[in-house]
């Protein structure tokens, strides 16, 4: 991570060119990488954030770094509020939506959209983020519904549990790689960075640890000037070091996003997808791309509780 007084994205994503021929090789080097998942031995990639931190935008992001054409993989839309409400299992870089197709790609890279979650840490956020990193809770859950404590009946941590037993635990869902979005115009969620910190490094009964990356989002409103470039460097380092990755330049990344305000086509031109390819933003989302897939990264589930079923006397046996 950079020092205090520096900006990565302003000084290497934003003011810097970009050498086709390098990047290129990155992403070649990203694809050899991604075919080395199946369906059956997948990586899944858990996306957290609060509501409008660009969770959605980010997905689609790098689909967009590897497919060269946009295409709305992850429902996105504008305002605070998010679009989300589910848990969704992306299937990413399917060959129709990707181009060239990725050869030799086994279709077992998945992106996982949470709903956004608010700044609370209550141990029923903390549970839940578990579930869901064990594979215990299935695809288009919503998650609104088993997190609202204001409900008349609200879930408890073991009614949740009860709801999402080990035993329905599906190998294919368990999370390796969570990533944290937070928008630098904003002030990083501590709260909600706190229950994804214990949900996935300090759960001592599950004995559960998966790495968890954080991304700083919307870093082109620094360049802008719309933020203070000592705000932001403040909430990027106070986000880093809630997550534990503080002054780790592989777990901290600063990106921006494709968007409206950067990557628009204008309303008239032929290219009905809408979006223009930016290597700006392709370089630090293939850059994030090589740091997911190194196989470094320590990846500890719980273990799998046996069941035990009292014998039966038969004396027909002896």
């Known amino acids: 991570m950079a020092s205090a007084s520096k900006n990565p994205f302003l000084e290497e994503g934003v003011r810097m060119s970009v050498d086709p021929i390098k990047l290129k090789e990155v992403e070649n080097d990203v694809r050899t990488g991604l075919c080395k998942f199946t369906e059956r031995e997948p990586m899944n990639v858990l996306v957290i954030g609060k509501p409008g ?29 998010g679009i989300t409400t589910d848990l969704i299992r992306y299937d990413m870089f399917r060959d129709e939506l990707t181009e060239p197709p990725i050869k030799g790609y086994n279709h077992g890279v998945f992106f996982w959209d949470t709903a956004g979650l608010e700044d609370l840490n209550q141990k029923i956020f903390e549970t839940f983020l578990g579930l869901i990193m064990e594979g215990r809770i299935p695809p288009d859950t919503n998650i609104h519904e088993h997190t609202d404590t204001t409900r008349q009946r609200p879930p408890t941590v073991s009614s949740l549990k009860r709801r999402f037993p080990r035993s329905g635990a599906v190998e294919e869902w368990k999370c390796h790689r969570i990533v944290f979005l937070c928008a630098a115009d904003e002030e990083p969620p501590m709260n909600l960075m706190e229950a994804v910190t214990d949900a996935a490094t ?37 986000a880093a070091k809630s997550l534990m990755v503080f002054g780790n330049n592989q777990r901290c990344k600063e990106v921006s996003l494709y968007c409206k305000e950067l990557t628009a ?36 589930h719980a273990p799998q509780k046996k069941s035990f079923r009292r014998s039966v006397f038969n004396p027909l046996k002896w």
């Open 202 to 238: 300090k759960d001592k009964a599950d004995a559960r640890s998966l790495p968890v990356f954080l991304v700083m989002s919307k870093c082109d409103k620094v360049d802008r000037d719309e933020i203070s470039k000592d705000v932001y460097e403040s909430r990027r380092d106070n």
């Open 265 to 300: 086509l204008p309303p008239d031109d032929f290219d009905y997808s809408g979006m223009r390819n930016d290597d700006e933003i392709n370089k630090k989302m293939l850059n994030l791309w090589m740091n997911l897939l190194s196989p470094a990264y320590r990846v500890k």
């Open 53 to 81: 931190a660009g969770k959605s935008s980010f997905i689609n992001s790098m689909h967009m770094a590897i497919a060269h054409r946009w295409y709305e993989v992850a429902n996105y839309g504008d305002g605070r509020r």
